[in-house]
């Protein structure tokens, strides 16, 4: 068998970069991990390395830091770079624009800079459903057009422009070693690792509905406030595609061996979406949440909240013809290890560094 490739994960310490830490060790990968730590701790990568029982290799950095990046590639023979780092909070975007374009489309300039410079041109790209502009039909395919409507959504949409410009000036350059780029477009993740020692760990007051459901599960927050019960969905409120952080991980191995096989092509920028293909209530979620876990969330119905949409989920095709992926856990899965996550850490990795 072929030696197993070296990864760089940036924003590995953050939720979904920990998980996707556990399946690139369990797959064999060698993986560095550069994370400045602003929406994280070190301790879920002691978690990664406990579970796991492998070691990886930890650089506490910024994308933005040009040199801490050259020393990176050169110290390491790093082959493909999956890219998590970013802030991801859609309020804190609107209140603070320029922090995001600056943390997430010049971050990942100055990273795709160092990558180049180090010959390093396989990048599997954190994209969102958040990209996708209104539609008439509320399953989204990669070819529906785009049309963020808050910083944070556009932060992405620049970078997925970027990458493929990128990958376009390499056509025209006739460049014999061409960028190979995934755009991966996440709908709703959840949930956690079975084993409860790494989960979603959100500062302050959880923006989103599952991590909000089970803070008041466990008692730290009264009451979750659920958005509109008046859009055109069968119970009124807002339906997602919530998608295992588990399966949602694993796409990105799949993105890793597409691009390193015939099949991708000599090189291009392609995106995909990530999720289940099926969409899913807030009452719903309320539902399946107090049925698995038999704790009574306490709701009251609010107005709708700037900016939602009544109802989007994937249409996931794409993702299993060309990258052999689809999502595999259910529903009960995602609240059972979701809640498996928050009742062992209720605190979430707390005072741990
Ligand atoms: P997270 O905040 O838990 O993880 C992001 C990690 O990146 C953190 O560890 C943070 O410290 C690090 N980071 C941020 N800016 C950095 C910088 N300049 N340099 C180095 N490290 C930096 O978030 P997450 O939920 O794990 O999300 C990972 C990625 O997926 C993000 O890019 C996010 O935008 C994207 N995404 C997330 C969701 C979601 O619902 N969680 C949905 C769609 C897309
Ligand atoms: N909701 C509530 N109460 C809450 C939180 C959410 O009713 O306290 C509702 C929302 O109105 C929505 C649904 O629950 O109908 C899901 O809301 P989330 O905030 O969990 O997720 P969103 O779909 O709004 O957005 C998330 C991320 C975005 C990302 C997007 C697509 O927050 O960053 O998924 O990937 F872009």
């Known amino acids: 068998m072929m030696p197993k490739k070296k990864i760089l994960v940036t924003g590995g310490a953050g939720y979904i970069g920990s ?6 060790l369990q797959a064999g990968y060698d993986i560095v991990v550069a994370d400045n730590l602003s929406n994280s701790k070190t301790e879920s990568l002691a978690r990664v390395q406990q579970i796991t029982g492998k070691n990886l290799k930890f650089y506490q950095a910024d994308i933005r830091d040009k040199a801490a990046l050259d020393e990176i590639f050169d110290q390491n023979p790093i082959d493909t770079v999956i890219h998590f780092a970013g802030l991801k909070a859609v309020g804190e975007s609107c209140s603070k624009p320029h922090l995001y374009y600056h943390n997430n489309v010049y971050g990942t300039l100055v990273l795709t800079e160092a990558m180049q410079a180090a010959g390093v041109k396989r990048l599997v790209f954190s994209s969102s459903a958040t990209v996708y502009g209104e539609s008439d039909t509320p399953q989204y395919a990669e070819d529906f057009p785009l049309g963020a409507i808050n910083p944070y959504g556009r932060s992405k949409a620049m970078i997925e422009d970027i990458l493929r410009d990128l990958s376009a000036a390499d056509h025209i350059n006739q460049d014999p070693s061409p960028w190979k780029i995934a755009l991966l477009r996440y709908f709703n993740p959840i949930g956690a690792h079975a084993s409860g020692l790494i989960g979603e760990d959100p500062n302050g007051i959880p923006n ?14 009264a009451q979750l406030s659920v958005f509109g019960n008046d859009y055109p969905t069968p119970d009124g409120t807002g339906i997602r595609d919530y998608i295992h952080v588990v399966d949602l991980v694993k796409g990105h191995i799949k993105a890793i061996e597409t691009l390193d096989s015939d099949a991708f092509g000599p090189g291009g920028c392609k995106a995909y979406n990530l999720g289940t293909g099926r969409g899913y209530s807030v009452l719903e979620m ?4 107090e049925r698995v876990t038999g704790k009574a969330i306490n709701y009251q119905i609010v107005g709708r909240r700037a900016g939602d949409l009544a109802e989007c989920f994937a249409n996931p095709k794409r993702a299993l013809q060309e ?12 609240v059972a290890d979701t809640w498996n996550w928050q009742s062992k850490n209720p605190q979430g990795y707390g005072s741990l560094m």
């Open 323 to 334: 990258l052999g992926w689809q999502a595999e856990k259910n529903l009960d899965d995602m």
């Open 208 to 221: 989103n509905l599952m991590p909000y459901i089970s803070q008041v599960a466990v008692g730290k927050l």
């Open 19 to 24: 998980h996707a830490c556990v399946e690139l």
């Open 286 to 289: 309320i539902q399946a949440f």
